[in-house]
């Protein structure tokens, strides 16, 4: 009867992970944007605590208003100096071109392959027969503006569900010891994002501006640009830092006729990546997340192949979520022990904001 029991649980685990991972994957366009949303909120939110706390003089009511034009104003920022980038690079695309065609033909002669090297303007052709190029590249920018309109309507519904949440939890869970374990999940949870996000934050930065600084010494081209994109590769866990380097790598391949320059680059980004990504934030996002290596590489596959590049931004805060919410089951939580770095996947909080603490 047991065994039985036992085969009738792991079929309804395995039949309610295959429903919840098709949802995911069906779903992924809105669950995406509310995803992003709730990032930003999280943003919004953990940056007017901080000000809240650090400021005396800052009135409370006048924090959040405050964090929400200093978050939104680094957005459109960084979409400004994007865009206008992307139009510097596009209009050098001749120069990149002829510089491409050069790369091209010197790898076809060291490869010793035969007949008559493609060009770029070749590649592109046999990529898309039917030019078909310009329409992808157009409903790609139009999809992107569609899903930033969305997170910003999602992310404007946030603040008033946010603000009627407690009185929510509190209809939902009658007993005081349930009312107070709701909270304390939701803080957890509140807790190991914002410390993500912000230990995430800080260490791109710094990353990002030292890249930029040797970027520039060296002389490469749009460097604020690459610099801005190696700031958003840099929280995708392990994979990111190896594509910051590839990229900018490849870029001074195109840009530079000799090799010296190229090496530096390569040896410039690679050393930041390298010193940054293995000795100081492996400590600190460990930390804030305490999931084990293994289980952020595999989380960082998963949630890509189900997402797509959104799903590995998420990748390692969406597990560190389902970690805590499966640590409070008794039937569930050795697998939460299993994903956490240190075996102990509920920690004690160790903040309350102040308005948790003025509505207790």
Do not use: C
């Not at 085969?7 to 995406?32: D, H, K, M, N, Y």
């Not at 590839?246 to 000799?258: C, D, G, I, S």
């Not at 569930?332 to 299993?338: E, F, M, P, S």
Request: net charge neutral; glycine share 6%; proline share 5%.
């Amino acid at each position: 009867m047991a065994s039985l029991e036992i085969s009738q649980r792991g079929a309804l685990w395995i039949i309610a992970t295959g429903v919840i991972a098709a949802g995911l994957f069906f779903l992924r366009e809105p669950l995406t944007q509310f995803a992003m949303a709730m990032i930003l909120w999280l943003a919004i939110d953990g940056l007017s605590d901080s000000l809240d706390k650090k400021i005396p003089f800052l009135p409370r009511w006048l924090a959040l208003p405050v964090a929400l034009v200093l978050v939104m104003s680094l957005v459109a920022l960084i979409g400004f100096v994007v865009i206008d980038n992307i139009a510097r690079i596009l209009s050098d695309m001749t120069a990149y071109e002829f510089r491409l065609n050069q790369v091209i033909s010197q790898a076809h002669q060291a490869l010793g392959a035969p007949g008559v090297p493609p060009t770029v303007g070749d590649l592109v052709a046999q990529a898309n027969p039917d030019n078909r190029l310009t329409v992808e590249i157009g409903q790609s920018i139009q999809n992107f503006a569609s899903a930033a309109t969305f997170t910003l309507i999602y992310l404007a519904f946030l603040f008033p569900a946010a603000a009627v949440m407690k009185d929510k939890i509190d209809l939902i869970f009658r007993g005081k010891g349930q009312r107070e374990a709701a909270r304390e999940v939701l803080a957890r949870i509140r807790e190991s994002m914002e410390r993500y996000l912000g230990v995430q934050t800080v260490m791109s930065l710094v990353i990002t501006a030292l890249t930029y600084l040797t970027l520039r010494i060296i002389g490469l081209e749009n460097a604020l640009f690459w610099s801005f994109l190696i700031f958003f590769l840099n929280y995708i866990p392990t994979i990111g830092s190896i594509a910051a380097t590839v990229l900018t790598t490849a870029v001074a391949l195109v840009q530079f006729p000799t090799l010296a320059p190229v090496v530096a680059v390569f040896a410039g980004v690679g050393f930041w990546q390298f010193v940054i990504g293995n000795f100081l934030q492996p400590r600190m996002t460990g930390e804030s997340l305490n999931l084990s290596a293994v289980v952020v590489l595999l989380a960082l596959a998963i949630w890509g192949l189900v997402w797509g590049i959104v799903g590995a931004f998420l990748a390692a805060p969406m597990t560190v979520m389902i970690m805590i919410v499966l640590a409070q089951f008794p039937s569930t939580r050795w697998i939460a022990i299993l994903l956490s770095a240190d075996g102990k996947p509920t920690p004690e909080t160790k903040r309350v904001s102040k308005s948790e603490a003025g509505s207790n």
